[in-house]
């Protein structure tokens, strides 16, 4: 408690505008889009763009949606195979941003191209309006709507059966509480088979400071009021960032979950660089999942910071090698 007090008193920067939102009376934010620049999808583009894109709705009343790319490739081959499902969840702490945003749509781009998959971005509900778990609720009603459609992107192009959620800071929390929830839904997801989970730099935290934390107190990107004012916006009225939600390594329903996990023979990778404050949250979630003898592995770089790789392209492609190697390994 004391160093969360001394951590607390050292820093000096305005969280809101860090992250570029102003709270309201009713508790609710104005956010700044303007800093987020979007890029709107491509179902029909140039020819020499590698990478369809479109917008399909899964839930209007919550706002929920989906942007998928299709690899070209897929369209002109003569070939029956089928393309791996990556469903990707993008970042900012649960509270801001979107699919449509650049970065995220690049980068999703670039993994359909690489790895010549379809992948699905979820566009879900943010928070304080939508408080967890109301995340994880899209993300598992986005399966079912996979599950069920009828879109020829997918029914056409996606092996089912070899399926992997995806996600970025925030993203990777949902991938993994998704991930959760889908180890007890087997058979309900079916044709779906999830194979792994994939958490790229996954936003997680505890109330106890970690020294990565501490660190990097005032880090330029996430410093620690930032982390702390994103969690108190999304974590239920009342909870500490010991939530499971927040702390993977609590003792309850989350552990059991991952004896599932490992009965199920998912993999999991985590990636992330020690330039990033919660670079010592990820090494714990990776020791919890080797205790409890899931299958993972892990790169973590060195410098770097935390979504190093929307802004460093070879940061981007080194990560994207890694993910066409897990997907594509067969153990």
Known sequence: MANETKAQTQSTIDPYKAIHVKPNPDGSITRTNNNWPKTPATPDPPHHIQVLSKDVVVNQSNNVWVRIFLPREALDQSSSSKL????????????????????????????????????VSVEYRLAPENRLPAAYDDAMETLHWIRDTKD????????????????????????????????????????????????????????????????????????????????????????????????PTVEGGTL????????????????????????????????LMEEKGVKVMSHFALGGFHGVEFTDPSRAEAVISQVKDFVFSSN
Request: hydrophobic share 45%.
């Open 256 to 287: 059991r979950v991952l004896d599932q996990i490992k009965r199920l023979g998912w993999k999991v990778m985590v990636t992330g660089c020690d330039g990033d404050p919660l670079i010592e949250r990820q090494i714990e979630v990776v020791k």
């Open 84 to 119: 791996p499902l990556i469903v990707y969840y993008h970042g900012g702490g649960f509270v801001i941003c979107s699919a449509d945003i650049v970065n995220f749509h690049n980068f999703c781009f670039d993994i359909a191209k690489k790895l010549q998959a379809v992948v």
């Open 152 to 247: 020829e992107w997918l029914t056409k192009y996606v092996d089912f059966s070899k399926c992997f959620l995806m996600g970025s800071s925030a993203g990777g929390n949902i991938a993994y509480h998704a991930g959760l929830r889908g180890a007890l839904e087997v058979d309900d997801l079916l044709p779906i088979k999830i194979q792994g989970l994939i958490l790229h730099q996954p936003f997680f935290g505890g109330v106890k400071r970690c020294e990565s934390e501490l660190r990097l107190l005032n880090d330029i990107i996430l410093p620690l009021c930032v982390t702390d004012l994103l969690w108190n916006l999304s974590l239920p009225i009342g909870a500490d960032r010991n939530h499971e939600y927040s702390n």
